[in-house]
């Protein structure tokens, strides 16, 4: 059974940093035939998009809203994503995605997708 596994999250003060750990586990072709794409959700708004990585990492993608701040890498010998977050804001409060698939980019379709890790970001 396909399976993505977020952890990292928690409370940070305004400036702090974090860093997304996306572990996978039964993919077919595993991870590193995959995609993979971090999302945001506030309870109440939409998803957002916020990067994604090719397969051998070679290209990379971010919302305007985390560009310069966030970075997506990926280690596939370890069928292992992470999400960089740097000089966070009370504006990045939210549950955070992982997500794997077959097409990259923003605003591809992903197949397989974690439960979430919650990130706050206040004083």
């Known amino acids: 059974q396909a399976q993505l596994l977020e952890s990292g999250g928690g409370l940070v003060q305004p400036g702090g940093s974090l860093r997304l750990s996306c572990v996978a586990s039964?993919?077919?072709?595993?991870?590193?035939?995959?995609?993979v794409g971090w999302f945001r959700q506030v309870p109440g708004k939409e998803r957002e998009a916020i990067a994604s990585?090719?397969?051998?990492?070679?290209?990379?993608e971010y919302a305007e809203s985390v560009k310069g701040r966030f970075t997506i890498s990926r280690d596939n010998a370890k069928n292992t994503a992470y999400l960089q977050m740097n000089g966070l804001k009370p504006e990045d409060t939210a549950i955070y995605y992982c997500?794997?698939?077959?097409?990259?980019?923003?605003?591809?379709?992903?197949?397989?997708w974690g439960q979430g890790t919650r990130v706050s970001v206040s004083s």
């Open positions: 997500a794997a698939g077959p097409f990259y980019g923003l605003g591809a379709m992903y197949r397989y």
């Open positions: 039964g993919l077919p072709l595993g991870l590193g035939n995959n995609v």
């Open positions: 990585i090719s397969v051998r990492g070679i290209q990379t």
